[in-house]
T-cell receptor, first 115, second 115 residues
């Protein structure tokens, strides 16, 4: 079974600053995908960024980037130039590539952005 | 293109009753997944449907069931409601089966309160 751990329940960042959200996972799978999802107060969950485990290069999407350490089973999300609209709950998620696999989420972290 | 829609948005039921939630995926999407979100357990996978067939199931009791229609719309049913079933129920759709390589688009959720 896979587990995803987000040990920090809450974080705060000053507007325009950089913040890193941590995530670790445990699995015996060798091939899988990792995701960060954002859930704003309106509750519509959206995908922020995706990382394929077989790719060594860290994924980047505009101000969002990840630090993927496969050996350490670590997958952190860095948000640069934080904006007020980044305030939300962020979930780390794991999905093996095998058939009949399911998406496993961490407990989430609430990010607040100070103006 | 319209997003994933879920109805109703809010529901209040009493213990022992049953409830049916509905999800309409994005047009052209054939896979629908359901998740339960609670403050204590976070996001947990319920089941996934593709082409009217349940393809994957999470660790929930048999009181939780679902189905998918030929137009890809999906319903989930919870019978004999318990207080612990109070949660936000999220539906997500994707083009094809599974999430690997295919982004899951989430609906706004149905907030179920069991009294």
């Amino acid at each position: 079974a896979q587990t995803v751990t987000q040990s920090q329940p809450e974080m705060s960042v000053q507007e325009a600053e950089t913040v890193t959200l941590s995530c670790t996972y445990d699995t015996s799978e060798s091939d899988y995908y990792l995701f960060w999802y954002k859930q704003p107060p309106s509750r519509q969950m959206i995908l922020v960024i995706r990382q394929e485990a077989y790719k060594q290069q860290n994924a980047t999407e505009n101000r969002f980037s990840v630090n993927f350490q496969k050996a350490a089973k670590s997958f952190s999300l860095k948000i640069s130039d934080s904006q007020l609209g980044d305030a939300a709950m962020y979930f780390c998620a794991f999905h093996p590539t095998g058939a009949n696999s399911k998406l496993t989420f961490g407990k989430g972290i609430t990010l607040s952005v100070r103006p | 293109k319209a997003g994933v829609t879920q109805t109703p948005r809010y529901l209040i039921k009493t213990r022992g009753q049953q409830v049916t939630l509905s999800c309409s995926p994005i047009s052209g999407h054939r896979s629908v997944s359901w998740y339960q979100q609670t403050p204590g357990q976070g996001l947990q996978f319920l089941f996934e449907y593709f082409s009217e067939t349940q393809r994957n199931k999470g660790n929930f009791p048999g009181r939780f069931s679902g189905r998918q229609f030929s137009n890809s719309r999906s319903e989930m049913n919870v019978s004999t409601l318990e207080l612990g079933d109070s949660a936000l129920y999220l539906c997500a759709s994707s083009l094809v089966l599974g999430v690997v390589g295919n982004e899951q688009f989430f609906g706004p959720g149905t907030r179920l309160t069991v009294l």
